[in-house]
């Protein structure tokens, strides 16, 4: 597990470190651009062979700073440099200054505009450097600042994104939601031809081929557009992990021993986000749990017992997939709630599958007399009518429960049913259930961002948490997983997980299983959780193209083994 660190955090860390003596505020610049300079190298080795030009983009702060190191560092390597500026060198921060006045030694600096880029800077480098705003990018650009961030991001038909590099991040995106700041065009806001989720048709789409970052990567590299635009991410390191560590150390918090085991890539932060102090939690688990449940002799109900409600007749194809998810992923025993006029259809089906009766709130009632039954799953496929009329009594039982599909819409359609959710309950909405359930915080999720730290997913995520008193495991490409308590965990399917072809009819319901499993066998909700929604994607990356929804749990043996579960 690897953390993302909030803007706020990295400045933080940045101070720390200051403050220590240890370490310069200008030496830290000149690992950033050093750092710059050896990513672009290590992606294009051809680039390091010869010299070539480079367009260098400044901004008013220290992303600007980094920005004269690299041109320097080009320079030194004999490259033609044409570097601009964005503001005033007067206002510079004192290192990026001090990198400016060595950079004029070297070469010239033009103001940035749009019509002097065009002039001199168009089509004409090998490498775009954009150092115009990174962590410090604090509200939505305006007026020309906009029209000229737009036209780097394509937007006036001319295309950089091949040979851009920006540092930290693509300018204008923010860091810790992953939305683009920059406004679109008045008359697409006139027009409200805005109709792209996060409210943001500016980039067209890459921004650029390579996002440098420093010492950990932010949440906005991972969420919303952030994937989209920031072509590929590398981290480099710039010596701060010692004050990394002591900052999360500071808030009592310890990194689960790793000890040999492979740690899944997952991405976590925590705290309260704009907090002056923000604190970073590590959710203590690894691959390990996995095997933890399983032991030699075990009887089967050692690993739990789920009951997956099914829906009517022609209806029973989803809670199957749950069903079989949840028992692939080691529930001791799995069960299937069947309406009467079903049961024909669901018995044909299944094997290893039990089947029990469940027409009425109260046959549910009766089966959840046997206290054995640890999981319950609710939603998919179950119509909503259904959903409503036995949640009373699910929920009531305060089990372990997973809600999805029906079961969501039912309780969005009814405050009572919401108000009996617990702490034991985790919702898996995708976008519009999620709108519907919450509509407040999925419009300022949607609403056009004007600044920074925007309104995140996170955020949506932690709030929708809390509010609902259970936990939520918001789904989409960049799924986050949040407890009421405001712990919270990205895991997202992009970049290097990238599994485009999990969009397929019943993956959701798939993942729906498989955290009932996990809860069957014992582990807690938002470890199982998240670990649910890693090895969903894992086994979508796993199978590869042409999969489909029944293919996600038959790929989960191959997938335990290769983690090296035991
Ligand atoms: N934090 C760290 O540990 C390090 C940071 N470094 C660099 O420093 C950057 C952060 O520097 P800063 O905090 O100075 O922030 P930035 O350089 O990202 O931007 C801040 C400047 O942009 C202005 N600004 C913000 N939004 C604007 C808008 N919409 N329109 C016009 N002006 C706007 C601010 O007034 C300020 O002048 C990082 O992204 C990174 O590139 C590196 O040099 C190395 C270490
Ligand atoms: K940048």
């Known amino acids: 597990m690897s953390e993302l660190l909030t803007t706020a955090q990295m400045r933080a860390i940045e101070a720390a470190a200051i403050e220590s003596g240890r370490v310069t505020g200008l030496e830290l610049m000149e ?31 220290n992303n600007g700073g980094d920005g004269f190191v690299i041109a320097r560092l080009l320079m030194e390597r004999e490259w033609e440099v044409q570097v601009f500026l964005y503001g005033a060198p007067e206002t510079l921060p004192p290192d990026a200054k001090t990198n400016y006045d060595l950079w004029c030694r070297l ?11 065009r002039k001199d800077g168009r089509n004409t480098a090998d490498i775009y450097i954009d150092a115009i705003f990174g962590t410090g990018l604090s509200r939505a650009p305006d007026g020309e600042l906009a029209q000229f961030l737009r036209h780097l991001g394509g937007a006036g038909g001319d295309d950089y994104a091949a040979r851009m590099v920006s ?62 635009v920031c072509g590929k991410v590398v981290v480099k390191d710039i010596g701060l992990s010692d004050w990394q560590k002591r900052n999360l150390a500071a808030k009592g918090e310890t990194r689960h ?14 705290g309260p986000k704009g907090d002056a102090d923000p604190q970073l939690r590590h959710l203590t688990y690894d691959m390990a749990m996995l095997s933890k449940y399983r032991g030699a002799g075990s009887h089967k109900f050692t690993y739990g017992h ?5 829906g009517a007749a022609g209806k029973t194809g989803a809670a199957r997939l749950a069903a079989r998810g949840a028992l692939r992923i080691g529930a001791g025993v799995v069960s299937l709630g069947v309406p009467a006029a079903a049961m024909p259809e669901v018995t044909a089906q299944v094997t290893s599958i039990m089947t029990a009766r469940i027409d009425s709130a109260e046959d549910l009632h009766e089966a959840l007399k046997d206290s054995r039954i640890t999981t319950l799953c609710l939603g998919p496929g179950m ?32 405050p009572a049913l919401m108000a009996l959710l617990h702490d034991d309950c985790i919702l898996t909405p995708h976008a519009g259930e999620f709108a519907r359930l919450f509509p407040q915080i999925s419009a300022r999720l949607k609403a056009l961002a004007i600044s ?11 709030e929708a948490a809390a509010a609902a008193g259970c936990s939520v495991l918001y789904k989409g490409l960049d799924t986050v997983i949040a ?49 649910g929604a890693y090895l969903h994607v894992e086994c979508a990356r796993s199978f590869g193209p042409g999969l489909i929804a029944e293919d996600l749990p038959e790929e989960l043996p191959k997938v335990m083994r290769a983690l090296g579960v035991a």
């Open 306 to 310: 789920a009951l997956v409600l099914c």
């Open 483 to 531: 407890d009421k308590t405001g712990r919270a965990i990205l895991s997202p399917a992009y970049y290097s997980r990238a599994a485009p072809w999990l969009a397929t009819a019943g993956s959701g319901d798939v993942l729906a299983g498989f955290i009932t499993g996990l809860l069957a066998r014992g582990m807690p909700v938002l470890v199982a959780s998240e670990m």
């Open 383 to 414: 119509g909503i009518a259904r959903a409503a009329s036995l949640l009373p009594v699910a929920l009531r039982a305060k089990r372990k429960t997973v809600l999805d599909a029906d079961a969501l819409t039912a309780l969005s359609q009814d």
């Open 257 to 270: 021993p790793a000890k040999g085991l492979r740690i899944p890539k997952l991405f976590m932060r925590d």
């Open 452 to 462: 920074g730290p925007a309104y995140s997913k996170v955020d949506a995520t932690r």
């Open 167 to 228: 540092v930290d991040a693509p300018s204008g995106l923010c860091l810790d939601s992953g939305r683009v700041l920059v406004p679109p065009p008045p008359e697409a806001i006139a027009n409200l031809l805005d109709a792209r989720p996060h409210g943001a048709p500016v980039y067209s789409d890459r921004f650029a081929a390579l996002t440098v970052t420093f010492q950990s990567a932010k949440a906005g590299h991972f969420l919303a557009e952030g994937p989209a």
């Open 31 to 61: 690992r950033a651009g050093a750092g710059v300079v050896e990513a672009i190298m290590e992606e294009w080795p051809a680039l390091a062979k010869s010299s070539y030009r480079a367009v260098v983009l400044c901004g008013p702060g």
């Open 107 to 117: 070469g010239d600096v033009l103001p940035l505009s749009e019509k002097d880029f």
